[in-house]
């Protein structure tokens, strides 16, 4: 027995095709040559198959792109514009057997994928000819279960190899200690939890998951507000889908999420690598990191230039990046007397530190610490096979 709806649904689903078949403009030459290439490249599956395609370097795909590009004038115009030449200048150099006059129009029909990507999503033959555009589409434009596909696929293939299946009647909820950046699962039997728990926290995964949590889109189109805050092509995403709404404690601690989880790496590393944390030193200036504690000066300094290429180097930068935002100067234009005043390199900077006083010293000494995000209640769960994040 069939409900109404569902004879509905199979009667549309079969004659939908003839009808939009019948009604679809004949394909232009470009357009056929676009398919003849694309099916080709389906077939060989070393590239197809890949996660490694480039289509600089592999024959067809490298020939489908100048197809896909010789059948699209709007995007013939774009490139000949980026590239100050008419449109059939353009087209001669794509044709050209030159292959490094050729690739000056893959370059540019390339920035175009990639903004596009970034702003819209691709078509599948897109994707196909790059897995590196492939990821950005999909990260940009995927929602949190598209993102989590390649975990689900790992904890199905774990569970697989226990004689387990996961249980599509529970309910496993995922909560986040920010303490230690650790997810643990509940909803299921003690040893389903520990299993899906260690996959998650696996130092791919956990990365995988944060930036799906972070970076995903709504399942109904619209961009989490902290990501259009962001993003570089703001404008653009707007006219698109829109913004979805969360509440102001949320949106601060997902823009918190990842600040957050650096400082813990950064601490964790110096920890494991020195024996010293992020609050058992200070910066001076020029290069030069101490210790509160003279036997961890010591050590520093006994490291030579090894402990900034180890870690100095990345608290350095993350400084850097803090005195831009705060006082509209960076550590390119200070250099440090010797007891450790910071001087201006131009009249600018040295406005810039008189007016910001000793706050900018004392936050050059000690970046002020990101401020850990507490998330009380499950932050997605796993539901019927599907990912879900619960936003609060």
């Not at 050729?102 to 596009?116: G, H, T």
Request: hydrophobic fraction near 35%.
């Amino acid at each position: 027995f069939l409900h109404l709806s569902s004879i509905c649904a199979i009667f549309i689903f079969q004659t939908s095709p003839n009808v939009a078949a019948k009604n679809a403009a004949p394909l232009t030459k470009e357009q056929r040559e676009v398919e003849r290439l694309t099916a080709l490249l389906k077939e060989d599956k070393s590239f197809s198959e890949s996660s490694n395609r480039d289509y600089f370097t592999h024959p067809i795909a490298r020939e489908l792109a100048s197809a896909m590009i010789l059948a699209d004038k709007d995007v013939q115009a774009q490139i000949a514009k980026e590239l100050s030449v008419s449109v059939s200048q353009m087209k001669a150099m794509l044709k050209s057997n030159d292959r490094n006059t050729s690739a000056q129009v893959l370059f540019k029909y390339d920035a175009i994928l990639v903004r596009k990507a970034r702003t819209e999503g691709l078509t599948e033959t897109e994707k196909l000819l790059d897995s590196r555009l492939e990821r950005i589409s999909t990260v940009s434009q995927g929602t949190f279960n598209e993102r989590m596909e390649s975990v689900q696929k790992e904890i199905e293939e774990s569970f697989r190899k226990e004689n387990m299946c996961v249980d599509s009647s529970k309910t496993y909820s995922f909560h986040l200690d920010t303490s230690n950046f650790t997810f643990s699962v509940t909803g299921g039997t003690d040893k389903e939890n520990w299993m899906i728990a260690n996959i998650i926290n696996s130092s791919k995964n956990l990365l995988e998951t944060l930036s799906a949590l972070y970076g995903h889109r709504r399942e109904d189109g619209q961009y989490n507000p902290w990501v259009i805050e962001e993003s570089p092509y703001k404008n653009e995403l707007l006219q698109t889908n829109g913004v979805a709404s969360v509440s102001n404690e949320y949106m601060e601690k997902m823009k918190s999420l990842f600040p957050a989880w650096n400082q813990w790496l950064q601490n964790n590393y110096l920890k494991e690598r020195y024996g010293f944390g992020l609050d058992d030193i200070e910066y001076k200036g020029n290069g030069t990191f101490v210790g509160k504690m003279d036997k961890i000066t010591e050590l520093i300094a006994s490291m030579g230039t090894d402990f900034i290429k180890y870690g100095g180097g990345s608290l350095i930068s993350d400084i850097h990046t803090q005195l831009l935002s705060r006082y509209g100067v960076g550590l390119h234009e200070v250099y440090f007397t010797e007891d450790g005043t910071p001087v201006g390199r131009t009249d600018e900077a040295s406005k810039l530190i008189e007016k910001a006083g000793d706050a900018i010293l004392d936050d050059i000494k000690h970046p002020q610490k990101v401020d850990i995000p507490i998330f009380d209640g499950p932050m997605f769960i796993l539901e019927n096979g599907q990912f879900k994040v619960l936003y609060g």
